[in-house]
């Protein structure tokens, strides 16, 4: 494109790279000049590790929801948690100097450290919503508490996060309700999606030695004390759609170790292939 073209730009010439993205980092202004504790940094990086998982999951619905309005929507949802994956990747990486595309693009399965819930395969609709509630209901109990955490930095992204998660929530929920009253299959649907997902919702809740060091500062809260938060929304919801609450087989989890399911391979090599094929790379 010519100058003359650019003067004729009735977008301006806004130039991306005079942008401090730094500036966008939720949290950023908290914690401007903090560097994350070793403990902290592996609890930020499990967080941003789930965040990110689950928006590479819901990108995937585009152009595939069963209406443009869901393919906006999820799609919306997706770009709140990359937002929340950015902020929370950013800070973990304060303490050994790497990026947020680091961390993104750079660490092998065995690296990562979500929860088995958030890459699971997005199946039908119905599973995708079911996935969506646990993931939501969790979400909100974890941010709700986590913005009274010590760590300034952390409590800003999660004063934050939790506005939208409040968001993701309510958008599982009216589809839940939706789906449980709709017709004889939608309902059928959604009542194997929820026993589906409901094996994964355990492993959210799991204390461990991480968290209890960072719990006895005052930096993060224990998992397990986010259950009955959890419980009330879910049961709520369940209860006003007519469905059961699942029961039964819990799966093992393993993915704050870094052990994980057949599915995060494919998914990553998805997400990473082309910062791996083209290293530094920009436009």
């Known amino acids: 494109m010519s100058h003359a073209d650019l003067e004729d730009d009735v977008h301006g010439d806004v130039t991306v790279d005079a942008l401090d993205l730094a500036e966008e980092y939720t949290g950023a202004a908290a914690g ?16 941003g590790d789930d ?5 590479q999951r819901l990108g995937m619905w585009i152009t595939r929801a069963p209406e443009l309005e869901e393919d906006i929507a999820l799609g919306n949802i997706g770009l709140d948690l990359i937002g929340h994956a950015r902020s929370l990747l ?4 304060t303490f050994d100097g790497r990026s947020e595309d680091d961390l993104a693009y750079w660490r092998d399965e065995p690296e990562w450290r979500n929860a088995w819930l958030f890459e699971q395969p997005n199946g039908d609709f119905a599973l995708t919503i079911a996935r969506q509630l646990v993931a939501s209901a969790y979400l909100v109990e974890l941010y709700r508490a986590l913005a ?9 992204i999660a004063e934050k996060a939790q506005k939208e998660v409040d968001y993701h929530l309510d958008h599982a929920v009216q589809w839940v309700l939706r789906l449980a009253g709709g017709t004889e299959y939608s309902r059928g649907r959604m009542i194997v999606g929820l026993a ?9 809740f799991r204390d461990d030695p991480l968290v209890e060091r960072l719990a006895a500062q005052g930096d993060a809260p224990l998992p397990s004390t986010l259950v009955p938060g959890f419980d ?14 699942p029961t039964g087989f819990v799966a093992a989890g393993g993915g704050r170790e870094g ?16 910062a791996r094929q083209h290293p530094g790379a920009s436009w």
């Open 259 to 274: 052990r994980h399911t057949e599915h995060l391979g494919p998914l990553l090599a998805e997400m990473q292939v082309l």
């Open 90 to 93: 950013h800070y973990a990486g």
């Open 51 to 55: 965040a990110l998982v689950l928006a």
């Open 148 to 156: 009274d955490s010590n760590d300034a930095t952390l409590a800003a």
């Open 232 to 245: 009330r929304t879910v049961d709520a919801v369940l209860a006003e759609a007519g469905l059961d609450r």
């Open 196 to 204: 589906d997902t409901w094996p994964y919702a355990d492993e959210l």
């Open 32 to 47: 401007a000049g903090a560097q994350a504790s070793a403990d902290v940094s592996a609890y930020a990086m499990r967080l």
